[in-house]
C-alpha cells in the first residue's frame, strides 16, 4: 500500500495530468485510464488523457471515451505529472508521449505486468493483481474518491478482458470481489458484455466459417489448427479486429493440448498463434521462431508458403508436445 | 435465513437422506446435488444421491459425481428426510422419486427459481440467488461443515452455469463474492472450464460450419438466423448436446436483437430458439407458436417444412418486433 499512498500524494498536489496508456492498447488498457481519468477529472484536475492512435472501436462504447485526445491535439505540453497504465516500460506508449513524459514533474507508473521496469518516479506496481484495473480501484478507494457507475463500467471492462471473462487461470478470490464492489457502484456488466461479446461482423463469421473448413488434427489429436489464406481474409473483407476469437476454436477440441491459427495478413507473410490448455509452454515454441508471448499464448509470424508453413510449424509443435511429455507434462 | 435455520435442523437430525434435483439436470442443479451431498457424506450422513436417468456427460468432470445412483440402484426405499435441489415442483423430479420423497419423514426443498411451489415440507427459496449453489453455500457455512474443494468446484460449477459465466443479467455482487469464497475454498476453477468450455467435439464444429453456411439477415438487420437441416445433423454425426452454444451466433451479430435457430431435429419436425438481447419478450413470441421460456431465451417445435417454416416464424418475429419497437422497446 506503500507505493499507492505516494501515488495519491502526487496526485493530489498535481493539477495538470497527462495520462496514457501503451500502444494496441487492450480493454484494462483504456478501462483503467479512462475509470482512473473521470475520477481525477470528477475531482477538479486539469486532466489529459492521450493515446498515441485512435483507440480500438470495440471500446468506444466506454464512458469517457469521447475524452481521448491524440498527441496532435493537446492544448499544452506542459504537466505537473504523468500518469502511466497498465506499461511495462515508456517505450511501449508510443509517438512522442515519451518525450512528453520526461518534461513533467512526476511521472507515476500503474501496473501489473511482472516485467514492468519501474520507469516512473513513483511505481504502484503489483504483479498479483489480474489487471491494472484492479489497482485503480484500491487507489480510488484510498484517495476517498467517488466511483460514479462511469467510472465502474471502465474498471469493470478493465478487469473482464485481462481475466477472459474470470475464465483465465490469472482470475483470483480478490478479482471477483473487484467485481463486486465494482457492480454495487452501478458498473452497467450488460452493457460491457453485449458490447465486447456481441458485436460480431457477417465478414467475421464468414472467415469463421471459411476457418473451419481447414480445421485439421495431429494423429494423436492433441494438436489442432487452422489456416486462413490471404485470400479468404480478402474475399471475406476482414480486417484484423475481425481475425480476433478464431484462435479459441481448435483449442476448444476435446482431448486438444495445442491449438494454432496461421493467417496469412500479406502474400508470403503468415501470422501464428499458439494457445496451450495445461502444459506446452508456446513461449517457448514461439520463441524458437523468433515470437514470444506467455506460456499459455504466444505467436510469431514467418514468411514463405501458407501449406509449407503449416506443415513445419506443426512438426516442430509435435516435436516440443513429445517433448513437455517425457518430462512429465512440463516443458 | 430462519428457512435455512429450518432446513438445518431437519438435516441435522437425519441420518438416512435421500437427495435429488430435476430432471435434463444442468451445472445447477447437478452441482448442488453433489455440493450438499458431499458435505452431508463427509458429515457423517447416509447419503444417497439420485437422479431420474444418467446425467450428462459434460458433467462427469464433478468430484463426487461417480456416487450418483438410478433410482432403481437404491438399497433401501425408506428415508427420514428427501432433500430436493434447484426444482421448482415435484414433477419436474421424474422417475418414482416422487413417491419415494411422499414416503420420506421430511422433505427439504432448496430452489432459486421464482416459480417454485413450495411443495417441501420445509422451503428455502430466494429468488434473489442468481443459482441455488449460492443457497447451498450459505447452508454450509450455517451448518458450519468444512467446504472441502470438491464441494467448491461443484458448487463453482453451479454458479457459472446459471449465470453465464457471469455475463447474463442475473449476475449480481454476492454471485462474485460467493465465487470469491470458493476460490478460497479451493475450487478448481480452470479445470471448470475447461471441461465446460474446451471440450468441443469435431462433429460439433462441422455442424456450426453448416450452420454458418445459412446465417441470414433481416432486411434491417435486427433478425439473424440459422437453419441445419436433419440431413446436416445425420452428416455432421451430431447429438443433440452438440447443438448447444450454436444459437448464440447469429444473436452475437452487432446490430441484431433477435437470433434464431432451426434445427430440423427429424424430418419434419423443427425444433425452434429464440434469443434477444434487450428489448423482445420471445417468451411471448414463442407462446405464440405453443413453446415457451423466459424473456430472454425461449424455444418451440414446429411441423412442416424446413424452408416454410423458416419464412413463417422470421415473418411473426418481423411482427412481434415492430410492436415491441412501436410500444417502446416494450413488448
Redesign the interface.
Known sequence: MGSLDAVARIIEKSNKILMTTHVNPDGDAVGSLLGLGLALVNSGKDVMMVTAAPIPAVYQYLPGSELLQLPSMLSTREFEAGVVLDCTDLSRIGGDLPELLNGAGSVVNIDHHISNTHFGDVNAVDPKAAATGEIVLDLLLLMGIPVTPDIATNLYTALITDTG???H?N???????T???L??YGAD??LV??CL??????SS??L??AG??T?S?SKDGRIAWMAISYEDILSSGCNMEDCEGIID?P????G?EVGILFKEVKPGEIKVSFRS??YLDVNRLAASFGGGGHERAAGCTVKGNLADAVAMIVRTTEEHLRLAMNNGGVS
Chains 1, 2 share one sequence.
Do not use: D, G, I
Not at 483449442?251 to 476435446?254: E, I, P, Q, T
Open positions: 471473462s474470470f475464465r487461470q482470475t483470483t478470490a480478490r478479482c471477483h470481489r467485481a463486486a464492489v457492480l454495487e456488466h450488460v458484455h453485449n461479446y456481441e458485436q460480431r461482423t457477417l463469421l464468414m469463421l466459417k473451419l473448413e480445421l488434427l476454436y483449442k476448444s477440441l476435446r486438444v490448455k495445461q
